[in-house]
């Protein structure tokens, strides 16, 4: 008896976390969503997202929804319908799989692993298959180049990300999400002052933070869907929900990858590293709230890069990857290697 009410334990526990899960999974992106929608409008005295709905137009995001809705289903003649179908679904599970070993508050993870930082990352990486399948399968020569640009620009900016991550490693000393939140927790600077990652990972943080920016093809490093040369890269022929799933693909990883700066860098769920929340659910919700906090912080200024920097050029984002990123991700290796030897 004891043991079915373990095993119906485990399998509610797990249900609980599957529903936690995609509830923030869906719920956030739309507030990143939102934010932009009221943040650029703001920026670049767009007035016209300010008028859907009574306040301050809090119902032009729900408009968005039931227009890709009504939206006629479009699959070109000439594409691969099976590819072009799942391509968007690629695109998008990775940013769900990489939440589940993220920790958003004290004990609010679905899974601690060991590797935990190894796993985000690799995952992370996947939905540029995605993108390439929607560029091959749209049998459009724009899909295609915007496809070839993403690969070109993964490549280059996947290792400044990996190797401003593997700084912090390197500091905590572990691979696990949690365990790193826990070791900014007990880091002090010159053995005196608790400060997190992000101080003596200054460098490791942009790095990190340009080369996210990069990944997700925001803005200035929007080449493989700059629609003044190639119309909209891979989702020139989406329409719909396909184009949705897509669009929301983009959210979601700027989420995901502001969770992983908050917990690689800016302490995780701690308001200051040396400072213990309160014990019970108190210390939980306020945990998540400034997890929460800063992972909107972080997707905020991804929001205010798009409406401050121009559009770089192709040659300008890869000279800038492998001849500036790379090899001062490397010199900061360096240089926590030697501080935590000889500091």
């Known amino acids: 008896m004891e043991s079915v009410l373990a095993l119906d334990n485990v399998w509610l526990a797990l249900l609980l976390k599957v529903v936690l899960l995609l509830g923030f999974f869906l719920t ?6 939102y934010i932009e929608h009221k943040g650029l409008a703001h ?5 016209g997202p300010m008028e859907a709905g009574r306040f301050h137009g809090i ?32 695109a998008l599970v990775p940013a769900l799989v990489v939440l589940a070993v993220v920790p958003l508050g004290p004990g ?30 749209s049998a459009n020569k724009y899909s295609l180049m915007g496809g070839i640009r993403a690969a070109a620009q993964l490549i280059a900016y996947e290792l400044p990300l990996v190797l401003g991550a593997a700084g912090v490693v390197l500091q905590a ?46 803005p200035p490093f929007d080449m493989p869907i700059a629609d003044s040369e190639i119309i909209f ?67 905020f200024v991804m929001i205010w890069f798009r409406a401050t920097f121009p559009r770089l050029r192709e040659d300008q984002l890869q000279r800038m990857s492998w001849l500036f990123l790379i090899p001062l991700a490397l010199l900061n290796i360096v ?5 935590k030897v000889y500091g």
């Not at 920026?43 to 007035?47: A, F, G, V």
């Not at 969770?259 to 929340?277: M, S």
Request: proline content about 6%.
């Open 28 to 33: 956030a992106p739309l507030v990143v969503g």
């Open 335 to 339: 240089g926590v290697a030697v501080a």
């Open 108 to 137: 609010l993870w679905a899974e601690d692993l060991d590797a935990g930082i190894f796993f985000a990352l690799a995952v992370s990486s996947v939905g540029v298959l995605g993108v390439l399948m929607a560029a091959w399968a």
């Open 233 to 299: 890269g891979h989702m020139t022929e989406y329409t719909g929900l396909r184009y949705a799933f897509f669009m929301l693909a983009e959210y979601a990883g700027m989420v995901v990858l502001s969770a992983l700066a908050t917990v690689l860098f800016l302490g995780g769920w701690y308001v200051w590293p040396g400072v213990p929340l309160p014990a019970g659910p108190l210390g939980v919700l306020l945990g998540f709230g400034v997890s929460f906090g800063k992972i909107v912080t972080l997707t």
């Open 59 to 90: 119902g032009q995001l729900p408009a968005d929804g039931v227009k890709f809705l009504q939206k006629e289903d479009i699959i070109p003649a000439a594409a691969d319908r099976w590819v072009f179908s799942l391509a968007p679904g690629v």
């Open 173 to 218: 000393q572990t691979l696990s999400l949690v365990g790193i939140v826990e070791a900014q927790h007990s880091f002090t600077l010159l053995g005196a002052v608790p400060v997190p990652y992000a101080v003596p990972q200054a460098v490791g943080l942009a790095l990190f933070f340009v080369a996210a920016l990069a990944e997700l093809s925001r």
């Open 43 to 47: 920026m670049q005295s767009r007035l």
